[in-house]
């Protein structure tokens, strides 16, 4: 069996060999994007009209708030952030490698999306699992 | 068609009540609201009862068993945080509709403390703290940093609402808290959620609310048009899709939608308005609400909390009765609550915090996932 851990995310995947990564489907006929497959278009109804692809791994900072408390055994400050994907696509995910406060954490930041263990959570059965994260990219001129 | 009216509107002072049953504490808001216009329940022909905790528990017809079993059609209802006025607009339908002359509706719950929101997934392992936060204050602190990211709203500019709002309560006797909360001390209360504090979140508490509501003859025929309430509308809608509503509930467009709607069905802008009572869940949420309910154009919000303008005494006061910060939030209770803060105003009858000569006044609730109603009421003697 393999040891790979699982996905924390329906619309992550984990791949036997490669990277790791964010799917998401398009809708052919009125471009939504939305995270994981699936069969209709939530926005246009179109059937038959959504196609997979695999999200960017870079986007930007939209809106965030700083948790300090939370459901218990939760550890806390982190920050919930919610962040545009390049080219399409808006996830959920904490920000890292950044000081939780509004002065550290900027609207429109460039974020990378990383991919590490879920901050060591197993499930019943003890298995790992693999989550996505955000790092702020340093800012390209 | 007629036009519906509310003859008869109560509910309990909102509180913890760990030691009576959700149907117990329907049940005294139904008989509250019945005496109020010297109704019984034998008068009524059909009953739409708002619960969440117990939606599956046929809490309507338990609150018949308390209050007398006389057979008429219940309908339980469940839709989030606008249960209560759903429950009231079934019934404002069923009148509307012809079907029926008098009808009652209830709202109630009974909360537990604490953070409302699951830990995300039901299975694998809990994704709280792993893929963001989906606790409520978590979730509409990013939908005020979506305020402050387009408008520069700022941290203090939320804090004022709370301040107003627990300022209100402390004129309502019906209101779980009547405390002032300076400034200082909103902005310094434990931090749940950046950019809300404790003191900026509403309260988890237990409640009840009910209405009488009447067709115009009716009313009329009872003699009851003197304290009588016209619903002008009566709105819903759900949330149409946004871009980013997977992963951040939109509570702006439903609301945006409701009342550019009830504005028309009523045929008066929100400048008629004399008082709003909107649904502030979180400091962050009545930001919003400012502008989608149109009391101001887009990235006016800030100026209005500063400016006093929504303060009882000012241009347009919101949520006179303390609102879900202070006067408290039992889900399916709040939407029928708020038409009765609104419905007491018009009556002339909400004591010292009383607004002014309020002829027509406009409520507000979103339930997150999400579906927004909207109620315009007049003055109707």
């Known amino acids: 069996m393999s040891n790979r851990p699982l996905p924390a995310a329906d619309y992550l995947v984990v791949p036997d060999e490669g990277d790791p990564y964010l799917q998401g489907s398009r809708c052919s006929e009125c471009d939504a994007v939305f995270l994981g497959d699936r069969a209709v278009c939530g926005r246009c109804g179109g059937r038959g009209t959504m196609r997979t692809e695999r999200l960017s791994d870079?986007?930007?900072l939209y809106s965030y708030s700083i948790v300090?408390?939370?459901f218990p055994g939760i550890v806390v400050p982190f920050v919930s952030a919610v962040v545009d994907l390049d080219g399409g696509g808006t996830v959920k995910g904490n920000l890292v490698?950044?000081?939780p406060t509004p002065e550290a954490v900027v609207f429109d930041m460039p974020v990378q999306v990383v991919y590490r263990d879920a901050l060591g959570r197993l499930d019943s059965a003890g298995k790992r699992y693999l989550a996505f994260f955000f790092t702020p990219l340093p800012e390209t001129s | 068609m007629t036009d519906a009216y509310v003859v008869g509107i109560d509910m309990i002072r909102f509180g913890r009540f760990p030691d009576r049953s959700v149907p117990n504490l329907g049940a005294e808001a139904a008989l509250m609201a019945l005496d109020d216009c010297g109704l019984r329940i034998q008068d009524m022909q059909a009953f739409y009862c708002g619960n969440l905790g117990q939606a599956n528990r046929m809490v309507g017809q338990r609150i018949l068993k308390e209050i007398g079993q006389t057979g008429i059609p219940v309908v339980n209802v469940s839709n989030a945080c606008a249960t209560g006025a759903t429950a009231f607009r079934e019934a404002w339908i069923s009148v509307r509709a012809d079907l029926y002359d008098l009808v009652l509706a209830v709202?109630?719950?009974?909360?537990g403390k604490g953070l409302l929101g699951g830990p995300g997934g039901s299975r694998g392992i809990p994704?709280?703290?792993?893929l963001g936060s989906g606790t409520m204050p978590a979730v509409f602190a990013e939908a005020g940093m979506e305020h402050s990211r387009k408008h520069g709203t700022t941290f203090e500019q939320f804090a004022k609402i709370s301040v107003k709002n627990h300022h209100h309560s402390t004129m309502n006797p019906k209101a779980m808290y009547q405390v002032e909360t300076p400034l200082d001390t909103v902005m310094n209360s434990e931090m749940i959620s950046y950019p809300n504090t404790k003191l900026m979140c509403s309260v988890n508490v237990d409640g009840s609310a009910a209405a009488v509501l009447a067709?115009?003859?009716?009313?009329r025929e009872l003699g009851l048009m003197d304290r009588a309430v016209r619903i002008r509308a009566s709105v819903m809608t759900s949330d149409p899709w946004q871009e980013r509503d997977l992963v951040m509930p939109?509570?702006?467009?439903?609301?945006?939608?409701?009342?550019?709607?009830?504005y028309e069905m009523a045929g008066v802008g929100p400048r008629d308005l004399d008082l709003v009572e909107l649904h502030d869940c979180f400091a962050t949420a009545e930001m919003l609400h400012y502008e989608n309910l149109g009391l101001c154009s887009d990235g006016e919000a800030g100026r209005l909390i500063d400016e006093g303008e929504v303060e009882l005494g000012g241009r347009v006061p919101v949520n006179v009765s303390g609102g879900l910060l202070s006067k408290g939030h039992p889900l399916g209770a709040t939407g029928i609550a708020n038409i009765h803060e609104v419905s007491t105003h018009l009556r002339e009858e909400a004591g010292v915090r009383q607004v002014e000569g309020a002829r027509i006044g406009l409520t507000h609730v979103i339930g997150l996932g999400s579906c927004c109603g909207v109620h315009i009421l007049e003055k109707a003697a």
Do not use: F, P, W, Y
């Open chain 2, 250 to 262: 939109d509570v702006n467009t439903c609301t945006r939608n409701a009342a550019s709607d009830a």
């Open chain 2, 107 to 111: 709202g109630v719950e009974q909360m």
């Open chain 2, 127 to 130: 994704k709280e703290g792993l």
């Open chain 2, 215 to 219: 067709s115009e003859r009716k009313v």
């Open chain 1, 97 to 99: 490698d950044v000081i």
């Open chain 1, 68 to 70: 300090h408390r939370s």
């Open chain 1, 58 to 60: 870079r986007g930007i």
